[in-house]
C-alpha cells in the first residue's frame, strides 16, 4: 500500500496526465472565452503625400488634410454562434474524458507497481531458498571431503558436492543480479531516480493470504475505464454532429464603438483637437450555399458515430476475451499453486529422510544429491506458481474494472 500511495503521488506518467487534465480545463476556458464580450483596440497613422482630390460640379478639390490619425475602441459580444454552442455543451464530456485518462494511468500504475513488488518479494524468498541450499550443499561438502579423506568413500562423492555447491553459488549470482533490475524497474514505476536507495519491509508479507479472488463475480463492461472513454468519446461525437448541423443558423453578434479622429496639416499640431464619433449595431452572418460542404460535414461525422458503435462492439469482444483469458489463467494458476506445494512439502519429506538414510549408509550420495535438487527446485517452483497466481489475481481485477485506486 506504501508503494501504490508513493507511485500515484510521483509516477511520472500520472504527473504527465495531471497536466494533460490541466491543459484540459484551460483549453476548456479557451473555448469558452467566446461567450465574453471582446474588447480591442486599434491606431493608425496617415502622412499624405500628395493629399488625395475630387471632383465636383467640375470643380477639383483637395479632401482631407496632409496628417490623419485614428484610435478605435470596440467591443463585440457574440449572440449567436454555433461554435460556442458546441463548446458549452461539450465542456463536460472533455472534462470526464480526462478524468477517465487519469483513472486509466492509475489502475495501470497499481497493477503494475503491484506485480513489481510481489516480483521483488519472490525474488527475495528464492535468494533464501539458493542460500538454505548452499547452507545444505556446504555441509555436504564438508561430509564428503571428510569420508573422503578418512577413506570411507572414494573422490567422486566429493568432486559432486563441489559441482553442486559451485552451480547453487552461480545461480545465487544470477539472482542478485535480477534483483538489481527488479529494484530499478520498481524505481521507474514509483517515478524514482536510479540513484535513489528504496528499502521494502517484508515482514507478516504472506503471498498466500493474497491469493483467494470470487470467481462468481459477473463481468460488467460499464466498469471498463476503457468502455467509459470510447461512450464519451461517441457523446463528444454526436455533438460534433449537432455542430455540424447548427452551421446552418446565422452568426448574431452585437458591437459598440468608440473613435478619436485626428487630423491636420501640420504634425505638432495634429492631436490638438480630436474629431470622435461612436456607433452600436448588430451583425447577421447567413450562409446561404457553401458547395454543400455542411451536408457531406453532417454525413460524415454520422458515419464517423457509426464507426465508434463498431469500436464499442469490438471492445466488448476484446474485453470479454481478455476476462476469458485472465480468468482461466487464474484457475490454471491456481492448480499450478496447490501442486506445487504439495510436491514442496513432499520433497522436504523425502529428503529428510534420504538424508537420514544417507548419514547412516543405506543412501547413496547420488541420491542424497537427487533429492536435494528436487527439493530446491520444488521450492522454487511453489514460488513461481505463487507469483503467477498473485499476478493473474490482478489481472482477472483489472478486467473486471475493479482494481482499486483509492489508496
Request: net charge negative.
Amino acid at each position: 500500500d506504501d508503494l501504490i500511495n508513493y507511485a500515484l503521488n510521483n509516477k511520472i506518467e500520472l504527473k504527465q496526465a495531471e497536466i494533460d487534465k490541466e491543459i484540459g480545463e484551460r483549453e476548456i476556458a479557451s473555448a469558452l472565452s467566446g461567450w465574453y464580450p471582446q474588447l480591442n483596440a486599434t491606431g493608425s497613422y496617415i502622412h499624405n503625400i500628395q493629399i488625395p482630390t475630387t471632383v465636383i460640379d467640375g470643380n477639383t478639390i483637395t479632401m482631407g488634410q496632409k496628417n490623419t490619425s485614428a484610435l478605435t475602441f470596440q467591443a463585440d459580444q457574440n449572440i449567436l454562434s454555433p461554435g460556442l454552442f458546441q463548446a458549452t455543451r461539450a465542456a463536460k464530456y472533455i472534462r470526464e474524458q480526462n478524468n477517465l485518462n487519469l483513472e486509466d494511468t492509475k489502475i495501470n500504475t497499481v497493477v503494475d507497481v503491484s506485480k513489481a513488488y510481489y516480483d521483488i518479494l519472490t525474488n527475495e524468498e528464492s535468494i533464501n531458498i539458493i542460500n538454505e541450499n548452499i547452507d545444505r550443499l556446504t555441509r555436504q561438502y564438508n561430509e564428503a571431503n571428510i569420508r573422503y579423506e578418512t577413506g570411507l568413500v572414494d573422490k567422486t562423492d566429493y568432486k559432486r558436492a563441489q559441482i553442486s555447491l559451485n552451480n547453487a553459488k552461480a545461480e545465487l549470482k544470477t539472482a542478485k543480479e535480477m534483483r538489481i533490475y527488479k529494484y530499478d524497474y520498481l524505481k521507474m514505476l514509483l517515478g524514482m531516480n536510479k540513484e535513489q536507495s528504496v528499502s521494502l519491509s517484508f515482514e507478516n508479507q504472506s503471498m498466500e493470504s493474497n491469493i483467494l479472488l470470487d470467481t462468481t463475480v459477473l463481468l460488467d463492461m460499464a466498469n471498463r475505464v476503457e468502455f467509459k472513454q470510447l461512450n464519451t468519446l461517441k457523446e463528444i461525437q454526436k455533438l460534433n454532429t449537432q455542430f455540424q448541423k447548427w452551421n446552418f443558423l446565422p452568426r448574431l453578434s452585437a458591437y459598440a464603438n468608440y473613435n478619436f479622429n485626428y487630423r491636420d496639416d501640420q504634425f505638432s499640431n495634429l492631436y490638438t483637437d480630436n474629431f470622435p464619433n461612436s456607433q452600436v449595431g448588430l451583425s447577421l452572418s447567413l450562409p446561404i450555399f457553401t458547395g454543400n460542404k455542411r451536408i457531406h460535414e453532417i454525413r460524415k461525422s454520422r458515419l464517423q458515430e457509426e464507426r465508434i458503435d463498431w469500436d464499442l462492439q469490438n471492445l466488448e469482444n476484446q474485453i470479454s476475451t481478455e476476462y476469458s483469458l485472465a480468468m482461466a489463467g487464474y484457475r490454471s494458476n491456481m492448480n499450478e499453486w496447490r501442486n506445487a506445494k504439495d510436491n514442496m512439502e513432499l520433497s522436504e519429506e523425502v529428503y529428510n529422510t534420504i538424508k537420514l538414510q544417507y548419514d547412516a549408509g543405506i543412501k547413496t550420495y547420488l541420491e542424497l544429491m537427487t533429492s536435494e535438487t528436487d527439493l530446491k527446485t520444488s521450492q522454487l517452483n511453489y514460488l513461481n506458481a505463487l507469483y503467477a497466481v498473485l499476478a493473474a489475481k490482478l489481472d482477472i481485477q483489472k478486467a473486471l474494472g475493479t482494481v482499486d485506486t483509492n489508496n
